[in-house]
């Protein structure tokens, strides 16, 4: 398996407060991504980062922000968390060098709720 | 547990049988694939990929499809075991963008 650590795993939160997760990596692969996942709609980009201080947005990128400061760590943080954002987030990885990205390695997720 | 939605379309096969997984991609400029496998609690883990100047590829125990006429794409599972049972995503790679772009999945419930 793909070393690729999440933090929390759960978290319970209330409305307005900031959350950050955390993604750690062992495989010093270039692409980090963050995914969430709800319901009817699979997997939705929300950040990702293809190299240190290197980050672009996703499709669903609104409320969040994300820092890469090393090549191991990908955090994603809800600056004011809201309902909405209740979720199950997902961090991924990939060795690809490329403009084309290959096969993504994904963590065991976080789920997120907000009261 | 973690991920997978409630109301997913949902093929039910019984053990033994084969199964196709059916995904509509959107967009032409499309250039990668890639069948990914969900069990409840986890995280989706790859099955099989196949790039675009391919129509067919096989793995053990499956085979992807693809028809870039239509835009579709296809996974066959032979002589499927409970094990199997789960929900399937198809991603997609838009040539140039440096993410994967997934379908909504379908479980797959086996039966004994």
């Known amino acids: 398996d793909a070393g690729i650590t999440q933090s929390p795993r759960h978290k319970v939160t209330e409305t307005g407060t900031p959350v950050t997760l955390r993604c750690h990596q062992t495989?010093?692969?270039?692409?980090m991504y963050w995914y969430r996942q709800d319901p009817g709609h699979g997997l939705r980009l929300i950040h990702y980062?293809?190299?240190?201080?290197?980050?672009d947005k996703g499709e669903v990128s609104d409320g969040y922000s994300v820092s890469r400061s090393k090549t191991e760590d990908f955090l994603l943080t809800l600056e004011s968390a809201t309902s909405s954002q209740t979720s199950v987030y997902f961090c991924?990885?990939?060795?690809?060098?490329?403009?084309?990205?290959?096969?993504?390695?994904f963590g065991e997720g976080s789920r997120l709720t907000v009261l | 547990g973690e991920s997978v939605g409630l109301h997913l379309p949902t093929l039910s096969v019984q053990e033994g049988d084969n199964s196709i997984i059916n995904c509509a991609y959107s967009?032409?400029?499309?250039?990668?694939f890639i069948w990914y496998k969900q069990e409840s609690g986890k995280g989706p883990q790859f099955i099989i990929d196949?790039?675009?100047?391919?129509d067919k590829r096989q793995g053990q125990r499956v085979t992807v499809l693809l028809n870039k006429t239509v835009k579709h794409l296809s996974l066959q599972i032979a002589a499927t075991q409970p094990g199997d049972s789960a929900v399937y995503f198809c991603?997609?790679?838009?040539?140039?963008?440096?993410?994967?772009?997934f379908g909504s999945g379908t479980r797959l419930q086996v039966q004994p």
């Open positions: 991924a990885i990939s060795e690809s060098t490329g403009w084309t990205v290959g096969e993504l390695f």
């Open positions: 495989e010093n692969h270039r692409y």
């Open positions: 980062s293809y190299g240190v201080k290197d980050t």
């Open positions: 967009n032409s400029a499309s250039d990668y």
């Open positions: 196949i790039r675009s100047n391919m």
């Open positions: 991603a997609e790679n838009i040539t140039g963008r440096r993410a994967l772009t």
